[in-house]
T-cell receptor, first 112, second 111 residues
């Protein structure tokens, strides 16, 4: 049981480039989340999904997009990367009966 | 005002000490409460869910005070391995699938 996996672990982007952060969970969880964590700060919600085909914005969605075509996968797309998007990105999921979230190992993104 | 606030610390304590962290939340309709542990450059991992009656797991005790809108985490007999950042997480009642994270309290346990 792999839990929540994220790829890549690290990435350096140039300003204006685009990329997709991958997130997959094998726990059949309906709820999935993308967070970013800046140094010394708490996690901020970017987007979330309550099931395949359903997504919604969180606190800080600008500059990002998501899709949820399957229960397992919840990719995060960055278009036109900016230095302000330098952060650590965590994907998380939980089931319907309990709200304890399981996190992936994170993606460290630097935009220069 | 932030939705969830924590004392950032650091709390520097010797091994064997008892240490307590508090976390305040702004929305009285909040439904679910959690403590997560985050090691340096790692993902958060669930430490405890916090129930209305309070709960205990070994050396860790969590309490919820709805009247004053805070939750607490007590660690007894601190170990070196307890050194980490402890995140308070609240699920707001008006939007059950959004979670708000505190900035974390850093704990350093010294030999």
């Amino acid at each position: 049981n792999a839990g929540v996996t994220q790829t890549p672990k690290f990435r350096i982007l140039k300003i204006g480039q685009s990329m997709t952060l991958q997130c997959t969970q094998d726990m059949n969880h309906n709820y999935m989340y993308w967070y970013r964590q800046d140094p010394g700060m708490g996690l901020k919600l970017i987007y979330y999904s309550v099931g395949a085909g359903i997504t919604d914005k969180g606190e800080v969605p600008n500059g990002y997009n998501v899709s949820r075509s399957t229960t397992e996968d919840f990719p995060l797309r960055l278009e036109l990367a900016a230095p302000s998007q330098t952060s650590v990105y965590f994907c998380a999921s939980h089931g319907t009966e309990a709200y304890e979230q399981y996190f992936g190992p994170g993606t460290r993104l630097t935009v220069t | 005002r932030k939705e969830v606030e924590q004392d950032p610390g650091p709390f520097n304590v010797p091994e064997g000490a008892t240490v307590a962290f508090n976390c305040t939340y702004s929305n009285s309709a909040s439904q679910s409460f959690f403590w997560y542990r985050q090691d340096c450059r790692k993902e958060p991992k669930l430490l405890m869910s916090v129930y209305s009656s309070g709960n205990e797991d070994g050396r860790f005790t969590a309490q919820l005070n709805r009247a004053s809108q805070y939750i607490s985490l007590l660690i007894r007999d601190s170990k070196l391995s307890d050194s980490a950042t402890y995140l308070c997480v609240v699920n707001m009642g008006y939007n059950f699938n959004k979670f708000y994270f505190g900035s974390g309290t850093k704990l350093n346990v010294k030999p």
